[in-house]
């Protein structure tokens, strides 16, 4: 599959313009059984052809929506930096977190410090 952002939007303009030929087959299968003599020959070439290109469809958005799974997991893919952004967000609010918690840690410190020197200095 395509691996950049523009590539992968002309592989879905490709699969949308398969799915209009796609409908077009079935319509002239359809079309060609509404006649009165209808051809069975042209019938089932273009329900083969239908076929055919429903089964490219399907493999074509199948490989969209795997890589949009991967993408949207965090799973590391080649030319997605999701997950590796993902990581460093969450890497900086533990940091975050951490240096929130230490500063409480110290301001506790810096209150135990002078009650302690409050009353060294009183029961003296």
Known sequence: ?????I????ALDNVEKEIASCIQSAGQALMELSKDKSSMKQVE?????FLKTLSHVEGELSKH???LTQVS?????EGSAYGSSKMYKMAKLRMDHTR???QELENLKSRQNRNDQ??????N
């Open 65 to 67: 929506i795997n890589y």
């Open 7 to 10: 590539d992968r939007l002309a």
């Open 73 to 77: 997991t965090g799973q590391p893919h």
């Open 118 to 123: 409050s009353s060294n200095s009183s029961g």
């Open 45 to 49: 070439m273009h329900t083969t052809q």
């Open 100 to 102: 929130t918690r230490l």
């Open 1 to 5: 599959m395509s691996s950049g952002p």
